[in-house]
C-alpha cells in the first residue's frame, strides 16, 4: 500500500479523489518553482521540459500505465497536422474523429453507475484542445477575410515542436480538470509576455482560499444531503415542497465540488503568471483569463441562463468557438445551440443522465427567454412604474426567482449526477416529476395563446379607409 491509499484510508477517503486533490495543490509548488529558478532562463526547450516532465508525471502518479492514453493522443495530432496541414478539412475531420472516437471508446469499457476519476476525466479535457489545436492550425489557411475575430486570435502561424505540443497539453496546472485554453496562450507566456505584471501570486493565493472554503463547504453539505439520499423512500415521504428544496440545496454543494477543483487549479494558473488577461476597470492587471467560473453572477444569479454564463465558462467558450459559431452557414442560432449542446452530452459519454440534463438546459433557457420576452412585452408597459416604486413586489420578485433558481437547479442536475436511467428517474419519481409538468404546462399555455391570437388576427376584417 502506497502513501496516497494509506492517507486516503485513514482519512476515508477514495484513494482516486485524494490524487486528484493533491495534483491540484502541486500547481503551488510548481509555480514557485518554476518562478524562482526557470521563468529567466533564456531557452526556451528548458521551459517546455519543465512543464512536460511535471504534467507528465503528475498524471502517472494519476493513471500509471494509463498514461500512454494521452501520450498517443498527443502523437496522433503531431503527426496529423504535420502530414495533412495542406489538406484542411481532411486533417480536420481525421483528428476530430479520431479524438471522439477514443474517448467515446474510453468511455464504453471504463464506464460505471458513478462518476469515475479515470484516465478518461484528463483525456476529455485533452480531446478537446487536440481538436481545438486542430482547427487553429487550419485557420491559418484561410485568407484574413474569411476569420473572425476570435479565430485571428488564436490561428497558428508557426507549428511547434512535438515537445512543445507535450508542454501545452500537459501543462501542469491545466491538464486534469481544464481549463480550456489554446496554444497561442501558452506561447504567449512562454514568450514572456506576461511578465511584466505583477499581483499574479496574490491573485493566486485568494482564488487558492476560495477553492479551500467551497471545497469546505462541499464536504459538510454533501454529509448533510448525500447522492444516496434521495433514492430513498424516507426522501420520497417528505413534504413536497422540502423535496423540491432538499434537492435544489444538494445541485448547489454538487457543483460545489467541480466548483472548487476549478478554483485550485485557476489559482495555481495565477500564481505562475499564466493566466493574464488585460487590464480592469481600475487600470490594474486582470488574472483572470482562465477561470473557468464566474462566483458573482453564479452566486447572485436567478435563471438557468445564470448558471450557463457561470459555470465550466472556459468549455463553454471553446464550444461556442469551434462548434456554435462554426454552424453559423446554418442561418439558425436555435439549431446550432443544440447541436453545441448535444456535442456536449456526447462529449460527456454514453450515460442517459447526461442527454437528459442538456436537454432540460435547452428546454429551460428557451422558455426562460419566453417568459422574459412575455413580462417585457405585456407587463412592463402596463404595470412597469408601479411594480418599480412597490418595496413588496421587489422582495416577492427576488423570493420568487430565487426560489426558482435553486428548485430547478436541483431538477436539471439530477440526471447529471445519478447518470443512469433507472437513478435518476426515481428522484425525478419522488418529486413529482415536476420540472416536466410545469414546463408543459408553460409550453402549451405560450404556443397555445399565440396561435389563437394568430388565428383572431387573421379573421379580422381589414378596415379600408375612404
Same mark, same amino acid.
Given at each position: 500500500?502506497?502513501?496516497?491509499?494509506?492517507?486516503?484510508?485513514?482519512?476515508g477517503v477514495p484513494v482516486e479523489a485524494l490524487r486528484?486533490?493533491?495534483?491540484?495543490?502541486?500547481?503551488?509548488?510548481?509555480?514557485?518553482?518554476?518562478?524562482?529558478?526557470?521563468?529567466?532562463?533564456?531557452?526556451?526547450?528548458?521551459?517546455?521540459?519543465?512543464?512536460?516532465?511535471?504534467?507528465?508525471?503528475?498524471?502517472?502518479?494519476?493513471?500509471?500505465?494509463?498514461?500512454?492514453?494521452?501520450?498517443?493522443?498527443?502523437?496522433?495530432?503531431?503527426?496529423?497536422?504535420?502530414?495533412?496541414?495542406?489538406?484542411?478539412?481532411?486533417?480536420?475531420?481525421?483528428?476530430?474523429?479520431?479524438?471522439?472516437?477514443?474517448?467515446?471508446?474510453?468511455?464504453?469499457?471504463?464506464?460505471?453507475?458513478?462518476?469515475?476519476?479515470?484516465?478518461?476525466?484528463?483525456?476529455?479535457?485533452?480531446?478537446?484542445?487536440?481538436?481545438?489545436?486542430?482547427?487553429?492550425?487550419?485557420?491559418?489557411?484561410?485568407?484574413?477575410?474569411?476569420?473572425?475575430?476570435?479565430?485571428?486570435?488564436?490561428?497558428?502561424?508557426?507549428?511547434?515542436?512535438?515537445?512543445?505540443?507535450?508542454?501545452?497539453?500537459?501543462?501542469?496546472?491545466?491538464?486534469?480538470?481544464?481549463?480550456?485554453?489554446?496554444?497561442?496562450?501558452?506561447?504567449?507566456?512562454?514568450?514572456?509576455?506576461?511578465?511584466?505584471?505583477?499581483?499574479?501570486?496574490?491573485?493566486?493565493?485568494?482564488?487558492?482560499?476560495?477553492?479551500?472554503?467551497?471545497?469546505?463547504?462541499?464536504?459538510?453539505?454533501?454529509?448533510?444531503?448525500?447522492?444516496?439520499?434521495?433514492?430513498?423512500?424516507?426522501?420520497?415521504?417528505?413534504?413536497?415542497?422540502?423535496?423540491?428544496?432538499?434537492?435544489?440545496?444538494?445541485?448547489?454543494?454538487? =457543483?460545489?465540488?467541480?466548483?472548487?477543483?476549478?478554483? !485550485?487549479?485557476?489559482?495555481? /494558473?495565477? &500564481?505562475?503568471?499564466?493566466? +493574464?488577461? $488585460?487590464?480592469?476597470?481600475?487600470?490594474?492587471?486582470?488574472?483572470?483569463?482562465?477561470?473557468?467560473?464566474?462566483?458573482?453572477?453564479?452566486?447572485?444569479?436567478?435563471?438557468?441562463?445564470?448558471?450557463?454564463?457561470?459555470?465550466?465558462?472556459?468549455?463553454?467558450?471553446?464550444?461556442?468557438?469551434?462548434?456554435?459559431?462554426?454552424?453559423?452557414?446554418?442561418?439558425?442560432?436555435?439549431?446550432?445551440?443544440?447541436?453545441?449542446?448535444?456535442?456536449?452530452?456526447?462529449?460527456?459519454?454514453?450515460?442517459?443522465?447526461?442527454?437528459?440534463?442538456?436537454?432540460?438546459?435547452?428546454?429551460?433557457?428557451?422558455?426562460?427567454?419566453?417568459?422574459?420576452?412575455?413580462?417585457?412585452?405585456?407587463?412592463?408597459?402596463?404595470?412597469?412604474?408601479? =411594480?418599480?416604486?412597490?418595496?413588496?413586489?421587489?422582495? !416577492?420578485?427576488?423570493?420568487? /426567482?430565487? &426560489?426558482?433558481?435553486?428548485? +430547478?437547479? $436541483?431538477?436539471?442536475?439530477?440526471?447529471?449526477?445519478?447518470?443512469?436511467?433507472?437513478?435518476?428517474?426515481?428522484?425525478?419519481?419522488?418529486?413529482?416529476?415536476?420540472?416536466?409538468?410545469?414546463?408543459?404546462?408553460?409550453?402549451?399555455?405560450?404556443?397555445?395563446?399565440?396561435?389563437?391570437?394568430?388565428?383572431?388576427n387573421a379573421t379580422r376584417p381589414v378596415r379600408k379607409?375612404?
Amino acid at each position: 500500500m502506497g502513501l496516497s491509499d494509506l492517507v486516503a484510508s485513514k482519512v476515508g477517503v477514495p484513494v482516486e479523489a485524494l490524487r486528484l486533490l493533491l495534483t491540484l495543490l502541486a500547481g503551488y509548488p510548481i509555480a514557485a518553482i518554476y518562478r524562482k529558478y526557470i521563468v529567466d532562463q533564456p531557452s526556451k526547450p528548458l521551459h517546455h521540459i519543465f512543464f512536460a516532465l511535471c504534467g507528465i508525471s503528475l498524471c502517472y502518479y494519476n493513471y500509471g500505465v494509463d498514461t500512454y492514453h494521452s501520450l498517443l493522443g498527443i502523437v496522433t495530432t503531431f503527426a496529423l497536422v504535420y502530414v495533412l496541414r495542406s489538406k484542411p478539412l481532411i486533417m480536420l475531420s481525421v483528428n476530430f474523429v479520431f479524438h471522439m472516437g477514443y474517448l467515446l471508446l474510453g468511455y464504453y469499457y471504463t464506464a460505471s453507475n458513478e462518476y469515475d476519476i479515470l484516465w478518461t476525466m484528463p483525456h476529455c479535457i485533452l480531446t478537446l484542445r487536440m481538436i481545438g489545436f486542430g482547427f487553429d492550425v487550419s485557420d491559418e489557411l484561410k485568407s484574413e477575410e474569411q476569420l473572425s475575430k476570435d479565430q485571428k486570435e488564436t490561428a497558428l502561424k508557426e507549428l511547434p515542436t512535438l515537445l512543445e505540443l507535450l508542454a501545452f497539453a500537459y501543462f501542469p496546472s491545466g491538464f486534469l480538470v481544464g481549463p480550456q485554453f489554446p496554444y497561442r496562450r501558452y506561447r504567449s507566456f512562454i514568450n514572456g509576455e506576461y511578465r511584466q505584471y505583477e499581483g499574479c501570486v496574490n491573485a493566486g493565493l485568494k482564488r487558492l482560499s476560495m477553492g479551500v472554503l467551497y471545497l469546505a463547504i462541499c464536504q459538510v453539505g454533501l454529509m448533510i444531503l448525500p447522492d444516496t439520499y434521495f433514492l430513498t423512500p424516507e426522501y420520497a415521504d417528505r413534504p413536497f415542497i422540502l423535496r423540491i428544496f432538499y434537492l435544489g440545496f444538494w445541485a448547489k454543494f454538487s =457543483l460545489y465540488k467541480y466548483i472548487s477543483c476549478w478554483l !485550485l487549479t485557476e489559482g495555481a /494558473l495565477m &500564481s505562475i503568471g499564466f493566466s +493574464y488577461k $488585460g487590464q480592469d476597470a481600475e487600470g490594474k492587471p486582470d488574472w483572470s483569463g482562465c477561470s473557468n467560473v464566474k462566483l458573482m453572477l453564479l452566486e447572485t444569479g436567478n435563471t438557468m441562463q445564470h448558471y450557463v454564463q457561470s459555470f465550466n465558462v472556459n468549455t463553454n467558450q471553446w464550444v461556442g468557438h469551434y462548434i456554435f459559431k462554426r454552424l453559423k452557414f446554418l442561418n439558425n442560432r436555435n439549431i446550432s445551440y443544440a447541436a453545441a449542446l448535444g456535442f456536449l452530452a456526447v462529449w460527456h459519454g454514453f450515460h442517459s443522465g447526461y442527454y437528459m440534463s442538456f436537454l432540460m438546459e435547452y428546454m429551460i433557457v428557451t422558455v426562460e427567454k419566453q417568459i422574459t420576452n412575455a413580462y417585457t412585452k405585456n407587463v412592463l408597459p402596463k404595470y412597469g412604474e408601479t =411594480l418599480e416604486n412597490s418595496k413588496i413586489y421587489a422582495v !416577492l420578485y427576488f423570493i420568487c /426567482l430565487k &426560489s426558482y433558481n435553486i428548485v +430547478y437547479m $436541483g431538477w436539471c442536475l439530477t440526471a447529471f449526477v445519478f447518470l443512469k436511467y433507472e437513478r435518476w428517474i426515481t428522484v425525478f419519481g419522488a418529486v413529482n416529476y415536476f420540472g416536466f409538468i410545469y414546463m408543459i404546462i408553460w409550453v402549451a399555455a405560450y404556443n397555445g395563446y399565440h396561435y389563437f391570437k394568430h388565428k383572431v388576427n387573421a379573421t379580422r376584417p381589414v378596415r379600408k379607409e375612404d
